[in-house]
């Protein structure tokens, strides 16, 4: 069983950014493949960015550019770098693990463990 804790969210204007953190429970954490998904209110639960296994990165194309995926194995931590921030990013962040990855990575439904959740609101 593998628990993960998201923190990091809060309020932030318009252009800031934010780093958001997800700690896992273990060593399973550092051989699964992570991701960040993200729920905007009155939305389904939509991609942002995923780290596999073996150190790839991937991306929402929407998202490209301005956020960054990064993990730290030693600590069973999964972050996101989140720069100029914009109203629409305002959502619910989850964090997300997988022990399997040869699915795809950029659907929910292919995640075995979820976090939390971390409020992240961006005021205009």
């Known amino acids: 069983q593998v628990q993960l804790v998201e923190s990091g969210g809060g309020l932030v204007q318009v252009g800031g950014s934010l780093t958001l953190s997800c700690e896992g429970s273990?060593?399973?954490?550092?051989?699964?493949?992570l991701a960040w998904f993200r729920q905007p209110p009155g939305k389904e639960r939509e991609f942002v960015a995923a780290?596999?296994?073996?150190?790839?990165?991937r991306y929402a194309d929407s998202l490209k550019g301005r956020f960054a995926v990064s993990r730290d194995n030693s600590r069973y931590t999964l972050y996101l770098q989140m720069n100029n921030l914009r109203p629409d990013d305002t959502a619910v962040y989850y964090c997300?693990?997988?022990?399997?990855?040869?699915?795809?990575?950029?659907?929910?439904?292919?995640?075995?463990?979820w976090g939390q959740g971390t409020q992240v609101t961006v005021s205009s």
């Open positions: 273990g060593p399973t954490v550092a051989t699964s493949g």
């Open positions: 780290s596999t296994s073996t150190g790839g990165r």
């Open positions: 997300a693990a997988r022990e399997a990855e040869y699915s795809d990575y950029s659907r929910p439904n292919n995640y075995a463990y």
